[in-house]
Protein backbone atom coordinates (compact mmCIF):
# COMPACT_ATOMS: atom_id res chain seq x y z
CA UNK A 1 0.00 0.00 0.00
CA UNK A 2 3.09 2.09 0.20
CA UNK A 3 3.80 2.30 -2.97
CA UNK A 4 0.79 2.16 -4.63
CA UNK A 5 0.65 6.37 -5.41
CA UNK A 6 4.34 5.35 -7.01
CA UNK A 7 3.00 2.73 -9.04
CA UNK A 8 0.24 3.91 -10.57
CA UNK A 9 2.05 6.96 -11.51
CA UNK A 10 4.97 5.11 -13.54
CA UNK A 11 2.22 2.68 -15.21
CA UNK A 12 0.14 5.67 -15.92
CA UNK A 13 2.85 7.59 -17.68
CA UNK A 14 4.10 4.28 -19.40
CA UNK A 15 0.47 3.79 -21.08
CA UNK A 16 0.69 7.55 -22.54
CA UNK A 17 3.92 6.72 -24.06
CA UNK A 18 3.35 3.25 -25.55
CA UNK A 19 1.58 3.44 -29.13
CA UNK A 20 -1.16 0.84 -29.68
CA UNK A 21 -0.29 -1.74 -31.80
CA UNK A 22 -2.20 -1.90 -36.05
CA UNK A 23 -4.10 -5.06 -34.94
CA UNK A 24 -5.56 -3.46 -31.84
CA UNK A 25 -6.48 -0.49 -33.63
CA UNK A 26 -8.12 -2.17 -36.27
CA UNK A 27 -10.31 -3.90 -33.45
CA UNK A 28 -11.20 -0.99 -32.29
CA UNK A 29 -13.34 -0.03 -36.01
CA UNK A 30 -10.92 2.55 -36.64
CA UNK A 31 -10.79 3.46 -40.02
CA UNK A 32 -8.80 1.64 -42.21
CA UNK A 33 -7.72 4.78 -44.21
CA UNK A 34 -6.11 6.21 -41.46
CA UNK A 35 -3.98 3.33 -40.62
CA UNK A 36 -2.94 3.37 -44.17
CA UNK A 37 -1.94 7.03 -43.77
CA UNK A 38 -0.08 6.84 -40.70
CA UNK A 39 2.17 3.91 -42.21
CA UNK A 40 2.47 6.18 -45.13
CA UNK A 41 3.84 9.38 -42.70
CA UNK A 42 5.86 6.51 -41.11
CA UNK A 43 7.66 5.53 -44.51
CA UNK A 44 8.94 8.81 -45.07
CA UNK A 45 11.11 9.56 -42.28
CA UNK A 46 12.50 6.12 -40.93
CA UNK A 47 15.92 7.40 -40.28
CA UNK A 48 14.69 9.76 -37.71
CA UNK A 49 14.01 9.06 -34.50
CA UNK A 50 10.14 10.44 -32.78
CA UNK A 51 10.40 12.93 -30.40
CA UNK A 52 7.97 12.83 -27.49
CA UNK A 53 4.51 15.33 -28.89
CA UNK A 54 4.75 18.56 -26.85
CA UNK A 55 1.10 17.74 -24.82
CA UNK A 56 2.53 14.35 -23.93
CA UNK A 57 5.84 16.06 -23.17
CA UNK A 58 4.10 18.77 -21.04
CA UNK A 59 1.85 16.23 -19.26
CA UNK A 60 4.88 14.06 -18.47
CA UNK A 61 6.88 17.19 -17.18
CA UNK A 62 3.67 18.10 -15.04
CA UNK A 63 3.61 14.70 -13.76
CA UNK A 64 7.56 15.09 -12.59
CA UNK A 65 7.13 18.88 -11.33
CA UNK A 66 4.74 17.62 -8.64
CA UNK A 67 6.55 14.69 -7.65
CA UNK A 68 8.25 15.16 -4.58
CA UNK A 69 11.58 13.24 -4.45
CA UNK A 70 14.18 12.58 -7.30
CA UNK A 71 13.96 8.96 -7.13
CA UNK A 72 10.62 9.22 -8.21
CA UNK A 73 11.33 11.67 -11.22
CA UNK A 74 14.07 8.92 -12.53
CA UNK A 75 11.84 6.28 -12.17
CA UNK A 76 9.35 8.33 -14.55
CA UNK A 77 12.09 9.20 -16.94
CA UNK A 78 13.17 4.95 -16.93
CA UNK A 79 9.89 4.15 -17.71
CA UNK A 80 9.10 7.39 -20.57
CA UNK A 81 12.54 6.21 -22.20
CA UNK A 82 10.96 2.93 -23.27
CA UNK A 83 8.65 3.95 -25.82
CA UNK A 84 10.00 7.79 -26.83
CA UNK A 85 12.90 10.01 -27.83
CA UNK A 86 13.61 13.43 -26.49
CA UNK A 87 14.92 16.45 -27.66
CA UNK A 88 17.80 18.25 -26.42
CA UNK A 89 15.66 21.34 -25.18
CA UNK A 90 13.39 18.49 -23.28
CA UNK A 91 15.85 17.12 -21.89
CA UNK A 92 17.74 20.34 -20.26
CA UNK A 93 13.45 20.94 -19.52
CA UNK A 94 13.43 17.40 -17.23
CA UNK A 95 16.97 17.94 -15.85
CA UNK A 96 16.55 21.14 -14.60
CA UNK A 97 14.09 19.55 -12.07
CA UNK A 98 16.61 17.57 -10.16
CA UNK A 99 17.52 18.65 -7.09
CA UNK A 100 21.29 17.81 -7.24
CA UNK A 101 23.37 17.04 -9.90
CA UNK A 102 24.53 13.90 -8.90
CA UNK A 103 20.29 12.81 -10.14
CA UNK A 104 21.07 14.97 -13.31
CA UNK A 105 24.01 12.74 -14.12
CA UNK A 106 21.66 9.25 -13.48
CA UNK A 107 18.70 10.94 -15.52
CA UNK A 108 21.08 12.16 -18.19
CA UNK A 109 22.40 8.49 -18.52
CA UNK A 110 19.05 6.80 -18.81
CA UNK A 111 17.51 9.31 -21.21
CA UNK A 112 21.09 10.08 -23.48
CA UNK A 113 20.23 6.67 -26.06
CA UNK A 114 17.06 8.68 -26.73
CA UNK A 115 18.28 12.39 -27.42
CA UNK A 116 17.76 12.96 -31.10
CA UNK A 117 19.32 15.94 -32.01
CA UNK A 118 23.43 15.92 -31.15
CA UNK A 119 23.57 19.34 -32.50
CA UNK A 120 21.99 21.05 -29.29
CA UNK A 121 23.62 19.36 -26.61
CA UNK A 122 25.03 22.76 -25.39
CA UNK A 123 21.35 23.29 -23.78
CA UNK A 124 21.84 19.86 -21.83
CA UNK A 125 25.22 20.71 -20.29
CA UNK A 126 23.96 24.40 -19.05
CA UNK A 127 21.93 22.45 -16.99
CA UNK A 128 25.16 21.27 -14.98
CA UNK A 129 26.71 23.58 -12.51
CA UNK A 130 30.08 22.47 -11.36
CA UNK A 131 32.95 21.60 -14.04
CA UNK A 132 33.59 17.51 -12.88
CA UNK A 133 29.39 17.79 -13.23
CA UNK A 134 29.90 18.85 -16.84
CA UNK A 135 32.32 16.53 -17.98
CA UNK A 136 30.17 13.76 -16.82
CA UNK A 137 27.41 14.79 -18.65
CA UNK A 138 30.21 15.14 -21.40
CA UNK A 139 31.31 11.76 -21.66
CA UNK A 140 28.19 10.09 -21.47
CA UNK A 141 26.70 12.51 -24.46
CA UNK A 142 29.35 11.39 -26.01
CA UNK A 143 29.53 7.75 -25.46
CA UNK A 144 25.89 7.88 -27.00
Known amino acids: MKYMKRIML???VALMMIPLPQNVVAKNNFSNVNIEKHERKQQKRPDRARVMR?????MMYKIM??????????DIIRVACIASHFSSKQCAKLLALFSFNDNRI?????????IVDSDNYDKIL?????TSSK???????LKR
Open 106 to 114: EALSIMAPN
Open 126 to 130: DQFSF
Open 10 to 12: IVS
Open 135 to 141: EKATSIL
Open 65 to 74: KNSSFDGNRI
Open 54 to 58: NDDFS
